[in-house]
Structure formats: structure tokens, C-alpha cells
């Protein structure tokens, strides 16, 4: 199980079944987030943990599906893993995977290297391994429901006909109890094939507004990550999320 733990001095670590090549050993070592230390906590003597997060976007793998509607789970993680310094480098469970922290909280950030419908065959064995548990799942996924480049981030949900979702769900033991970022995308215009239009790319206008959104997602996903979910907000925390990532 991922773990951090609060202290001067910061080591990295990595589950046994990560197998790097020496060269990229060296290289990961030199980075400066924390998986894990030993030291206590100077106030009170006392280790500090923190449980990990696993940060998981969906989308399809390949240059054929680059910069399209339903990937653009995959471009937050991207954004997410730059924004923070995690390198992915390592395929486990068939996802791109990359370990690092924001703050001192240890996150797995994940890319499904399966299609779209079989996301779920990587999400449920990730979980499993590093022993994260649902509230710490946070799936980033695009909404037809949301209009293109809006944000809503929710505490639990169902899979609102995205196969993605509906993969992942039945891999977690049939639970929705997990967070969601999600990316709105619009609906497809007049009569146009729902699937030709989510592997259609953004138009220019369409663009700027994912961009700005996936930036907005960034710190959406620190101040979760840092401090989780207001729950005194209760079932307001959707509403505020939506207006305050609207670009």
C-alpha cells in the first residue's frame, strides 16, 4: 500500500512488482515527491499517513484517438502527471500508470491501456494492489450531459450510459461510491452518430474551452486530493464545483 508520511526529509519508494531498468532507477530516485518516509512528525513524535489516491482518466489508446472527445479523461491525467512531476513509465494491470504526491499525499495517476469499455480491467486490480479504498478512486471521465469544457466534480455517481464507467463500476463489486471529475463535452449536434461525434475532434472555439478546463482541473484535483470533500457542503458540492470551474 502507497503511503506518506510527514517529515523533513523525503525518500521515494516503489511496490516490488515495479521492475525499472537501473538507469531509469537512478533517475526516478532523484525525484523530489514523497511515497514514504520513516521520520515522525517533529510536532508530537508521531508518523503521520496519509492514504493514497488513484487517479484514473478514460479514454482509448493510440494517436488515432489523440485530442478527441472521449479522451479527454486521458489529457487530465497528462496535465495532472506534468503538473506534479510524475513520470509514467511503468504498464501495470494494462494501464499506463505513474507514482507520485501532491503535497505529501501519495497519488497513482493511471491511463486504462484497454479500449474505453474494458477500462474497469485496470481500474479494479490498481485498487486491489495498493489497497486504495473507493472514497480514493477518482475516475476522470467526459460528459455528454455538461456543455463542452465545464467541470463538475461529485462524491459518488452512476455511469449515466458512459461504457467507460459502467466497466469500472462493475469491476469495483458493482459500487458507485467513488469520485468523478467530470469533463463536459455537449451533445452531438442535429442527427450526428453519437460515436462519430466522440471520436471527432474539438473544433478551435471547442478547444480553447477543454484547455482552459483542463487547467482548472488541475487545481480541481489538488484541492480535492489536499483536502477532500467539504462535508458540511453535503449535496450542494456538486452545484459549487460546477459554477466555480465553468470557464
Same mark, same amino acid.
Given at each position: ?24 532507477? !537512478?533517475?526516478?530516485? #532523484?525525484? #523530489? ?60 494491470? !494494462? =494501464? ?11 497519488? *497513482?495517476?493511471? !491511463? ?22 473507493? #472514497?480514493?478512486?477518482?475516475?476522470? @471521465?467526459?460528459?455528454?450531459? *455538461?456543455?463542452?469544457?465545464?467541470? %463538475? ?7 449515466? @450510459? ?17 469520485? #468523478? ?13 453519437? !460515436? =462519430?461525434? *466522440? ?6 472555439? +471547442? ?14 484535483? %489538488?484541492?480535492?486530493? *489536499? ?14 464545483? +460546477? ?5
Amino acid at each position: 500500500m502507497l503511503h506518506a508520511i510527514s517529515s523533513p526529509t523525503f525518500c521515494t519508494s516503489y511496490p516490488r512488482s515495479f521492475h525499472y531498468p537501473c538507469s531509469m532507477r !537512478k533517475q526516478l530516485m #532523484r525525484t #523530489r515527491f514523497l511515497v514514504k518516509s520513516s521520520l515522525p512528525d517533529n510536532s508530537n513524535g508521531v508518523k503521520v499517513e496519509y492514504t493514497p489516491w488513484l487517479i484514473v482518466g478514460l479514454g482509448n489508446p493510440g494517436n488515432k484517438y489523440h485530442g478527441t472527445r472521449h479522451n479527454v479523461g486521458f489529457e487530465m491525467i497528462d496535465r495532472i502527471s506534468q503538473a506534479e512531476g510524475v513520470l509514467m513509465n511503468t504498464i501495470q494491470s !494494462k =494501464a499506463l500508470i505513474g507514482i507520485g504526491s501532491i503535497g505529501q499525499v501519495p497519488i *497513482l495517476v493511471a !491511463k486504462p491501456q484497454a479500449y474505453m469499455n474494458f477500462s474497469g480491467e485496470s481500474v479494479g486490480p490498481l485498487a486491489a494492489h495498493y489497497q486504495v479504498p473507493l #472514497r480514493h478512486i477518482l475516475l476522470v @471521465y467526459d460528459e455528454m450531459s *455538461l456543455p463542452n469544457g465545464v467541470l %463538475r466534480v461529485q462524491p459518488k455517481g452512476g455511469h449515466g @450510459y458512459h461504457n467507460g464507467v459502467k466497466s469500472v463500476i462493475g469491476h469495483l463489486e458493482g459500487s458507485r461510491e467513488f469520485p #468523478r471529475l467530470c469533463i463536459g463535452i455537449g451533445n452531438p449536434p442535429g442527427t450526428m452518430d453519437m !460515436k =462519430a461525434y *466522440l471520436l471527432q475532434k474539438f473544433s478551435p472555439v +471547442e478547444r480553447k474551452q477543454i484547455d482552459s478546463a483542463l487547467e482548472q482541473g488541475v487545481e480541481a484535483v %489538488r484541492t480535492l486530493v *489536499l483536502q477532500g470533500f467539504d462535508q458540511s457542503a453535503g449535496g450542494c458540492q456538486k452545484t459549487s464545483f +460546477e459554477e466555480t470551474l465553468s470557464p
